[in-house]
């Protein structure tokens, strides 16, 4: 091997590999320490500042954080106010639990939408397609999700908006409904935005199942509808559920589409502007282990579901 | 098998999701040659003047600087902390070896304004502590965060295609751990680490989710799009910066998926790209 390093430079690095060699324990220290060090010191250590600092609270005079401990933040989550006593009407009435339910709705339509949308497309590229045309299918469907998310975010709020496309193709159908700055306008969005995500884990599941047990099915007499709903989909149901993870969980966290297409709040435009308005990080962490949660919930079923093998 | 029917539902279906993946982008392109300022439908064709207003917007310029200063610095310190971690995985079997793969996958599995909130009270928590600013270096660490992962996935995964022989064998013809990695390991990762590299570039030049929590003054090209998009005289400069956005965050992709022959790459990423996004 042509080597240009010189004789004592040589025998020193020989010496440190033949000592990492011998001492793998050694080697393994070196390799993880600053990955994990990395993820210590920047990630997990800002998700427990997070976390304490959703137990501290904010002086409304001075717009200082007080480091001083209390549940305050989480009774303001659950009634809407500090000051309002926790009775069933102020906590169904609480502004934070109408903007966690719409958000919940939102995540699930989302999440319906996109199953239909991605089905047909993944079980075309899967098991339709010619060998040559399945790569170029799969490029396709990735590429979208590559051309900046913000831009595609613009995009609906120029075909949503009062005199865009969308509205002129409706006033042609004649339908008179203002989708501008609506839920609609979100729902819409939200579908375009996560629908490749959707797309893949399903696509991977289609494509593990053998072509054999739908002959079967054929061979016993299933119609086509018989064989989806009572081969084709438990069997691809890890991998539905997988898809489902993303659109759930992409739904949960967006601020930016309720801010540029839509008026409503949803929990992450709500956490943004409790940061950027009101200047109440403490509050907005509190607000930021609601999707936590719920996300931790949803991941605990699709395990049992067994959708982590077709992630 | 599927008969005749359910092959024509499934290609309409077909046809209907790649129309709806197409056709906002194809609308978007279309608006950034338009000549007046409004978004009314259909846009009044064609002109390229408001390239050259962007082009000659000092603001813009600054952006697209803090973007590539963020995306290289993200890029360079994913690199090598995913590669490190892929080859520690990789190589040994250890107590908490399937944590490791969970907790950098975390920044992204987390919704992303989990991932925002936490580095902001970090930030902040930072500032009082020991007077840590908003600057270049906090948004590169917050990307860096979320970018280890999309390294991490194509070098492990190309790894566990290089057989271990290889390396047996430099060894017995007398290299040392630094000439094996230089000469027979370094050649079988190369294509996966430079495809990990760009795809984490692509992800940390979009990122505006996080970065909107971390960047205090500095501009991104995302930060000054997500800054200007609602100002109607900016209409026409932001719809040209989002067109020439569109195409140039593809081409890192495209590159990756050369690179790696596919799959591999893309649905990796796919994998980690809640971020979009976003993640």
């Known amino acids: ?311 | 098998m599927e008969s005749r029917l359910a092959r024509i539902v499934i290609k309409v279906g077909t046809g209907i999701t790649l129309l709806f993946l197409y056709t906002p982008l194809v609308i978007l392109g279309l608006y950034a040659f338009n000549k007046g300022i409004t978004r009314a439908w259909p846009p009044d064709l064609w002109t390229t003047r408001w390239f050259g207003a962007a082009w000659h917007d000092p603001d813009l310029r600054r952006a697209l600087l803090g973007s590539i200063e963020a995306a290289v610095g993200a890029t360079a310190v994913a690199m090598l902390l995913g590669s490190c971690a892929a080859f520690a995985v990789h190589r040994f079997r250890f107590f908490g070896r399937d944590t490791i793969s969970f907790a950098l996958v975390l920044p992204i599995a987390l919704p992303g304004i989990v991932t925002a909130i936490a580095l902001s009270s970090a930030i902040n928590f930072g500032n009082q502590a020991f007077g840590l600013t908003f600057s270049i270096w906090t948004i590169i660490i917050g990307h860096a965060t979320f970018c280890i992962v999309v390294v991490f996935n194509n070098v492990v995964a190309r790894l566990r295609r290089t057989p271990t022989s290889l390396v047996e064998a430099s060894m017995d013809l007398g290299a040392d751990g630094w000439q094996t990695f230089r000469y027979v390991t370094l050649p079988a990762i190369r294509t996966a680490l430079v495809a990990g590299g760009l795809l984490a570039f692509g992800l940390s030049f979009d990122e505006i989710v996080v970065t909107n929590f971390t960047a205090g003054a500095k501009l991104t090209l995302p930060i000054w799009i997500f800054n200007n998009i609602r100002l109607p005289r900016q209409q026409p400069v932001v719809n040209v910066v989002a067109l020439v956005l569109m195409v140039i965050s593809i081409l890192p992709v495209y590159l990756a998926q050369r690179l790696t022959g596919g799959a591999e790459a893309v649905s990796g990423a796919a994998k980690a790209a809640a971020q979009g996004p976003g993640a």
């Open chain 1, 1 to 311: 091997m042509a080597t240009v390093a010189t004789t004592g430079e040589r025998t020193l690095v020989r010496r440190v590999s033949a000592t990492l060699f011998r001492h793998p324990r050694a080697k393994l220290a070196a390799l993880l320490a600053a990955p994990l060090g990395w993820l210590l010191v920047v990630y997990l250590a800002s998700l427990s500042l997070m976390l304490v600092t959703a137990f501290w609270r904010l002086n409304e005079l001075t717009s200082q954080i007080e480091r001083v401990w209390g549940l305050q933040n989480f009774h303001t989550l659950l009634t809407g106010a500090q000051t309002t006593p926790i009775t069933l009407s102020s906590v169904v009435h609480s502004v934070y639990t109408v903007i966690t339910f719409r958000t919940l709705g939102i995540a699930v339509a989302v999440t319906l939408t996109d199953l239909t949308l991605a089905f047909p497309i993944a079980y075309y590229a899967a098991r339709l397609a010619s060998p040559r045309m399945r790569p170029i299918l799969l490029l396709g469907v990735t590429m979208p999700l590559w051309s900046n998310y913000l831009v595609r975010v613009f995009a609906w709020r120029i075909i949503t908006s009062g005199d865009g496309p969308l509205q002129s193709l409706m006033r042609l159908a004649g339908v008179h409904y203002s989708v501008g700055a609506s839920n609609w306008a979100v729902w819409l969005t939200f579908c375009y935005l996560w629908l490749p995500f959707a797309i893949l884990p399903i696509y991977a599941a289609v494509e593990r199942v053998p072509g054999s047990l739908l002959e079967a099915s054929s061979d016993l007499g299933a119609h086509g509808w018989m064989t989806f709903r009572r081969v084709v989909v438990p069997l691809i149901l890890p991998g539905l559920v997988a898809a489902s993870i993303f659109t759930f969980s992409l739904t949960l966290g967006d601020y930016i589409t309720p801010v540029l297409v839509g008026k409503q709040f949803f929990i992450g435009n709500a956490i943004y502007n409790l940061v950027g308005l009101a200047s109440n990080l403490p509050l907005a962490a509190a607000f930021a282990t609601v999707p936590v949660v719920i996300m931790a919930i949803y991941l605990t079923v699709a395990r049992k579901l067994g959708a982590f093998e077709a992630l």
